[in-house]
C-alpha cells in the first residue's frame, strides 16, 4: 500500500513540472503572435506609405501627360490655324490674278490712300509733340503731290486747324507740353490757368453752317443778309436748317444755292462736312447748335440776339468786321465742357439696355415734378457715397451753365474753361446741405431708392424729359467732346463782361469820399 502511495505522490511530483512547462509554452506562444502582430502593423504602416507615395507621383506624372496633351493640342490648333490663313491668302492672290485692270488701279488708289493717312499722322504726332494741343492736319496747301491732291480732292473736304496754348505778351509757339514734370525730384506745373487757346486754320474754310432762333423777322433778316455775303464776298458754301431755307426759297429763288438735310440721320454727318458754325440768337440757340452734334463739335461763332447773352460775346450789327478776322484766323476759343448722360433702368440686364448717351452743354436736372413729396435721391461719386438729396431736386452743372439754373438755387460762378463739374441742391431740406464743386474726372450716380415715396424727373438742358422709377439711376461724367465757341477778346474778358452785364455783379453806388475818415 505504500508504494502504490509514494508511486501515486511521484505522479503528483512528476505532473507538477508538466503543467508548469505547458503554462511556459502557452506564454511563449503568445508573445511570438504578438511580435508578429507588431511586424505585420509596421509594415502594412510601411506598404501604406509607399502606397501613397506611389499615388502621388502617379498625380504628378499624370499633370505632366495632361499638360504635354494640351501643349501638343494647342500646337495643332496654332499649325491649323496658320494653314487657314496661309489657304486664304493662296486663295485671295490667286483671285486678284484673275481680276482686271481696273481693279489693280483701284488697289493702288487704297494704297495711295493708307500711305497718305499714314504720312498726315505721322505729321500730326510731330506736331503735337511740339506745340501743344493741335487737331489731325487733314491737308496742307502746296505741300502735296498730285496723287495725294487728286484722291484728297475726291475724299477730304473739311478745313483743318492747330490749336495751341498762348496769353498775353507771348509771341512764341513754343509752349509747354506737360502739366506737370518731374525734374531733380521737384514738381512743376505748366501755368496753364493763365493761358488762353487759340484757334490757327490749317486750311480756309469752305462750309459754314448757320442756325438761327424762330419766330423773330429780325434775325430771318440778318440771316437772310449774311448768307447772301458770305456766298457772294467769301465764296463759301452755306447750311440751314430745313426750316430756314424754306424761309430763303420763299423769299427769293436766289437762295437755291443753300443745302440742308431730309432726314435726321444727316445730321450725325454734319461735323465730317462743317468747318464753322455761326449761331444768331442767345444761349438757347448756343445749346441748339451743340445738342445737333453728338460727337466732335465745329467751333462756333455765337452773334447775340436774345436775352442776357453769356455764352454770345459778339454782336450783329458788326457782323461783317467779326466773320473777316474770324476766317482769316488766329481765333481765343473757349472749350465748354459738356455732361454725358446715361439712363439706366432698374430693369436693365447689361450695360448694353441702359438709355443715352444724352450730351447737356448747360446741366442736368433731377426733381419731384408735379409730385408734393420731397425728392429722395441717393448720390454716389466714383461708387462712393456722397450724401442722400431731401429737397426739391439736385442740379448736376458744367462751368458753363454755372451761371444758369445752378446760380439760381444759390451755386457759385465759375469759369467756363475750369474743369469740374458742380453738384448743387434745389432747396434741401438742411441747413447745412451746401454746393460742390468736383473734378471733371469723376463719374457720378444719381439713383432713385426703392424706398421712395414717389417718382423723380431728370430734364437735359431743359428739354427731353424722362421719369426715373425706383430703381432707376442716372450716371454723368464729363463728355470727351468739348464745344469750341469763339472769344470777342478772349475768355477770361468774355466771361467777366457777360457776368457784369448780363447779371450786374457787384453793381452798387460807390460810397461818397466826404464821410469821417481814420486819421
Known amino acids: 500500500m505504500a508504494p502504490s502511495k509514494s508511486n501515486s505522490k511521484g505522479d503528483a511530483s512528476v505532473s507538477c513540472p508538466q503543467e508548469n512547462g505547458g503554462l511556459n509554452s502557452l506564454s511563449l506562444l503568445s508573445s511570438e503572435k504578438a511580435v508578429q502582430e507588431l511586424l505585420e502593423q509596421s509594415t502594412l504602416q510601411e506598404t501604406d506609405d509607399h502606397l501613397i507615395e506611389f499615388s502621388e507621383a502617379m498625380r504628378t506624372v499624370a499633370k505632366a501627360l495632361r499638360r504635354a496633351a494640351e501643349g501638343k493640342a494647342s500646337a495643332h490648333a496654332e499649325a491649323a490655324e496658320w494653314k487657314r490663313k496661309y489657304e486664304l491668302e493662296r486663295a485671295r ?6 481680276k482686271g485692270p481696273s481693279h ?18 505721322d505729321q500730326s504726332e510731330q506736331c503735337c509733340g511740339s506745340n501743344g494741343i493741335c487737331s489731325h492736319e487733314v491737308l496742307r496747301d502746296g505741300e502735296c503731290d498730285s496723287d495725294s491732291k487728286l484722291l484728297l480732292h475726291k475724299f477730304a473736304r ?16 513754343q509752349h509747354k507740353h506737360d502739366i506737370v514734370s518731374f525734374e531733380r525730384g521737384n514738381i512743376t506745373t505748366a501755368e496753364r490757368s493763365s493761358k488762353q487757346i487759340s484757334l490757327k486754320w490749317e486750311t480756309h474754310p469752305q462750309t459754314v453752317l448757320i442756325l438761327t432762333k424762330p419766330n423773330s423777322n429780325s434775325v430771318r433778316i440778318l440771316c437772310a443778309e449774311m448768307v447772301r455775303w458770305l456766298r457772294e464776298q467769301k465764296g463759301l458754301d452755306i447750311y440751314v436748317e430745313p426750316r430756314v431755307r424754306g424761309e430763303l426759297v420763299t423769299e427769293s429763288s436766289y437762295y437755291n444755292f443753300v443745302h440742308t438735310w431730309k432726314e435726321d440721320t444727316e445730321i450725325m454727318l454734319l461735323h465730317t462736312r462743317v468747318d464753322l458754325v455761326v449761331t444768331l440768337g442767345g444761349d438757347g440757340t448756343v445749346l441748339w447748335a451743340a445738342s445737333m452734334f453728338k460727337g466732335p463739335v465745329p467751333p462756333v461763332v455765337p452773334f447775340s440776339l436774345g436775352s442776357l447773352g453769356f455764352m454770345t460775346p459778339f454782336h450783329s450789327e458788326r457782323y461783317r468786321d467779326y466773320l473777316d478776322s474770324l476766317l482769316k484766323g488766329p481765333i481765343s476759343i473757349t472749350l465748354r465742357h459738356r455732361l454725358q448722360c446715361h439712363v439706366i433702368r432698374e430693369a436693365a440686364k447689361n450695360e448694353y439696355e441702359t438709355e443715352g448717351p444724352i450730351l447737356v452743354l448747360n446741366e442736368v436736372t433731377i426733381d419731384r415734378g408735379i409730385s408734393s413729396y420731397l425728392t429722395n435721391l441717393e ?3 466714383d461708387n462712393s457715397f456722397v450724401t442722400c438729396v431731401q429737397g426739391d431736386g439736385l442740379i448736376l452743372s458744367t462751368t458753363s451753365g454755372s451761371t444758369a439754373y445752378s446760380l439760381a438755387a444759390g451755386g457759385s460762378m465759375v469759369h467756363p474753361q475750369v474743369p469740374g463739374i458742380l453738384f448743387t441742391p434745389i432747396c434741401p431740406h438742411s441747413l447745412s446741405f451746401r454746393p460742390l464743386i468736383l473734378p471733371e474726372y469723376v463719374t457720378l450716380r444719381v439713383q432713385v431708392p426703392y424706398n421712395s415715396r414717389s417718382h423723380a424727373w431728370a430734364s437735359f438742358d431743359g428739354k427731353d424729359r424722362k421719369r426715373l422709377a425706383a430703381g432707376d439711376a442716372l450716371v454723368c461724367s464729363m463728355a470727351p467732346w468739348p464745344v469750341p465757341t469763339a472769344c470777342q477778346v478772349d475768355s477770361t474778358n468774355d466771361f467777366l463782361t457777360s ?4 447779371l450786374h455783379w457787384n453793381l452798387r453806388k460807390t460810397q461818397s469820399f466826404d464821410g469821417p475818415r481814420d486819421i
Open 499 to 502: 457776368i457784369h452785364d448780363g
Open 104 to 121: 489693280r488701279e483701284s488697289n493702288r488708289d487704297d494704297e495711295r490712300i493708307e500711305n497718305l493717312a499714314r504720312r498726315s499722322n
Open 93 to 98: 492672290n490667286l483671285h486678284l490674278e484673275h
Open 379 to 381: 448720390c454716389y461719386c
Open 158 to 173: 473739311k478745313a483743318s486747324f492747330k490749336l495751341s496754348w498762348c496769353c498775353k505778351g507771348d509771341q512764341s509757339d
